[in-house]
């Protein structure tokens, strides 16, 4: 059975989890530690948790979907819209938050709540100690927090020069051991510098990950964002990625599926974009890339968990 390590957080985890749970169940999720807004930003502040809201999502991607179990994904999930000390806080934040202050280590916390839900695989948080995501922007301005980062409160036609912790972060021993024994790493999709080279920030991750026998897979995103990645192309994620983890990744897996009129409109009014995959650079940089139909899109533009599944494990 094929070992593979999956690096990132937010929603893009969640969906390449959801998939590969279907063909494997030697998962590893490595999840950033650094959010820091609404009800995770508010659980890390007054307790001292490392921050619960991705590792939730990832322990949702992975849990049993059996029928029975669906009522507890939907408790894990759910949000209070009400109360003045409750609004805005997810049950399974607070969940985690309260194994935290009864077994006193996050990773106990994190392993009774995956024996609950009964997931497939596991989740690390990719570094146990507490620091914060900085941004430094191409005028010299510092940016601190990455829900201020993620949410421009700045001018967002300002370019991200570099992101980086204010703090030193080592990563946690079971991650590294992980990405050692991995088939396959994969790195991504998700916000390029508030959910996945964050990761790369913290002490060891990268050096691990270039030396890892595995072959490591970068997911691509469909659509750029601003304030974080405008107009970027294909060429630009990767050569960000390969900036921060200091050598060249294997594989990079791009959506070559045309975005709907709709959608794009939609965007529009987000300055958000397609990515254009220029995949003759990409290669120049001594990467394959695989273009094929990744998304779907009712609403919101989001990799197809299945379809993305299915290209990897095929590699």
Request: aromatic share 6%.
């Given at each position: ?160 020069k570099r992101v980086f912790l204010d703090a030193q972060a080592s990563a946690y021993c079971e991650v590294l051991d992980s990405i ?136």
């Amino acid at each position: 059975m094929q070992r593979i390590v999956v690096i990132g957080g937010g929603t893009g985890s969640y969906n390449i989890l959801r998939g590969l749970k279907r063909y494997t169940d030697n998962l590893t999720a490595v999840v950033t530690m650094f959010d820091s807004g609404g009800s995770t930003g508010i659980c890390r502040d007054e307790f001292g948790v490392l921050p619960p809201g991705d590792v939730r999502r990832c322990l949702l991607a992975l849990c049993d979907e059996k029928k029975q179990n669906l009522l507890l994904r939907q408790l894990f999930n759910y949000r209070f819209d009400k109360g003045s000390g409750l609004l805005g806080h997810s049950f399974g934040n607070l969940f985690l938050t309260a194994l935290k202050e009864i077994t006193g280590s996050d990773i106990e916390a994190i392993e009774a709540a995956s024996q609950i839900l009964n997931i497939k695989g596991r989740v690390l948080p990719v570094t146990l100690d507490q620091a914060q995501l900085c941004a430094e922007l191409e005028d010299g301005a510092i940016i601190k927090h990455e829900t201020n980062i993620d949410v421009p409160k700045h001018d967002g036609n300002l370019r991200i020069k570099r992101v980086f912790l204010d703090a030193q972060a080592s990563a946690y021993c079971e991650v590294l051991d992980s990405i050692d024994s991995a088939d396959k790493i994969v790195i991504g999709p998700g916000d390029l510098y508030t959910s996945v080279i964050p990761n790369l920030l913290v002490d060891g991750v990268s050096e691990a990950l270039c030396n890892a026998k595995g072959k490591k897979i970068y997911v691509c995103n469909v659509m750029t964002k601003f304030g974080e990645t405008n107009g970027f192309k294909a060429s630009d994620f990767a050569k960000e990625i390969m900036g921060y983890l200091g050598c060249r990744f294997d594989v990079m897996i791009c959506n070559d599926k045309e975005v709907s009129a709709a959608a794009k409109q939609r965007y529009a009014s987000e300055r958000a974009f397609p990515v254009e995959v220029d995949k003759v650079k990409v290669e120049e940089l001594g990467i394959t890339v695989l273009c094929k139909d990744m998304i779907f899109e009712p609403d919101v533009i989001r990799h197809n968990p299945i379809k993305l599944a299915d290209v990897i494990m095929k590699l």
